[in-house]
């Protein structure tokens, strides 16, 4: 019998933590997002929105 560990669950991202480990401005990561240069934010609510961390690494 195999004990193998589940896979994490994917973090989702505030902005602010974004920022943090790409070095760039709010404003730099909505303007590559509209180019399609970085990935698309999640949609969790009406003012919600969260990035997976496995875009950002």
Same mark, same amino acid.
């Given at each position: 019998? =195999?004990?193998? $560990?589940?896979? #994490?669950?994917?973090? !989702? !991202?505030? /902005?602010?933590? @974004?920022?943090?480990? $790409? %070095? !760039?401005?709010? =404003? *730099? /990561?909505? #303007?590559? @997002? #509209?180019?399609?240069?970085?990935? #698309?934010? /999640?949609?969790?609510? *009406?003012?919600? $929105?969260?990035?997976? %961390?496995?875009?950002? @690494?």
């Amino acid at each position: 019998m =195999s004990h193998e $560990t589940p896979p #994490a669950p994917e973090r !989702l !991202l505030r /902005i602010q933590e @974004v920022m943090h480990m $790409t %070095s !760039l401005s709010r =404003s *730099y /990561i909505h #303007a590559k @997002v #509209a180019r399609g240069e970085f990935p #698309a934010p /999640i949609k969790l609510g *009406y003012k919600c $929105t969260r990035v997976a %961390s496995r875009d950002v @690494v």
